[in-house]
């Protein structure tokens, strides 16, 4: 049989890399890969922290730009519910159903569980949740690209589980600057099936691959 080519990666440094926009949170970069061969990066990182830049062991280490949150409420009596957001975005020109999720900040960053760290201030500012000893928060997957083919951005997916006598008070009151809020969903296993059927929420509006990601470990976990 004969053998496939080997296919060599093209190797990109930083000066291959040019700026061709910057802003507080959304760069372009060409990437010039080849003699007269350029790839488009939109990003959230600086032309010296570009995921392409980065040599393998640094890369197998590096921290994401953000965490999404899978929110699992167990309130005693009753089954479990899965909490998700309706947030406008403004891309989407719609509000989506989603997880609580925001950018690791600095802060965030010097901590000894920077992902944890993150998902509890997220939780605070998007659902007014304080976790407390009875409740869990665990890493299900530490680097997710959103969107590789455009983008490096990427994603920590963390799950919290809320162990609470008597449903806790959710609020959005913590929103900042361009975040918009419609309220929150508590979904049954029965909504989450039915919303991955529909392939879109009740509205009829398609969802971003971090809900479809929530819903399917909501629902084999508590299905």
């Known amino acids: 049989m004969k053998k496939p080519p080997v296919t060599v990666a093209p190797v990109i440094t930083p000066e291959c890399i040019q700026t061709l926009y910057e802003t507080k949170f959304i760069k372009v970069f060409d990437i010039q890969y080849a003699p007269g061969k350029h790839y488009y990066d939109?990003?959230?990182r600086t032309k010296d922290n570009l995921m392409a830049v980065k040599p393998g062991a640094t890369y197998q280490n590096e921290l994401?730009?953000?965490?999404?949150i899978v929110l699992t409420l167990?309130?005693?009596d009753?089954?479990?519910l899965?909490?998700?957001?309706?947030e406008f975005r403004y891309p989407a020109g719609q509000f989506l159903l989603g997880v609580p999720a925001g950018l690791i900040d600095p802060a965030d960053r010097e901590t000894a569980t920077p992902l944890e760290t993150a998902a509890k201030r997220e939780l605070f500012e998007e659902c007014g949740?304080?976790?407390t000893g009875t409740d869990t928060i665990s890493v299900l997957n530490p680097f997710l690209f959103s969107t590789p083919g455009m983008t490096d951005e990427s994603n920590a997916?963390?799950?919290v589980e809320l162990h609470r006598d008597v449903m806790p008070a959710i609020n959005q009151d913590g929103a900042e600057g361009s975040e918009c809020f419609s309220g929150y969903q508590l979904l049954t296993v029965e909504d989450a099936q039915r919303i991955l059927h529909q392939g879109t929420d009740d509205d009829g509006i398609?969802?971003?691959?971090?809900?479809?990601a929530a819903l399917m470990y909501f629902v084999s976990q508590c299905g």
């Open 78 to 80: 009753k089954a479990p």
């Open 157 to 159: 997916l963390l799950s």
């Open 74 to 76: 167990h309130v005693a």
């Open 129 to 131: 949740v304080t976790l």
């Open 206 to 212: 398609f969802y971003s691959v971090y809900t479809w």
């Open 42 to 44: 939109a990003t959230r």
């Open 82 to 86: 899965l909490c998700l957001t309706k």
């Open 64 to 68: 994401p730009d953000a965490v999404s």
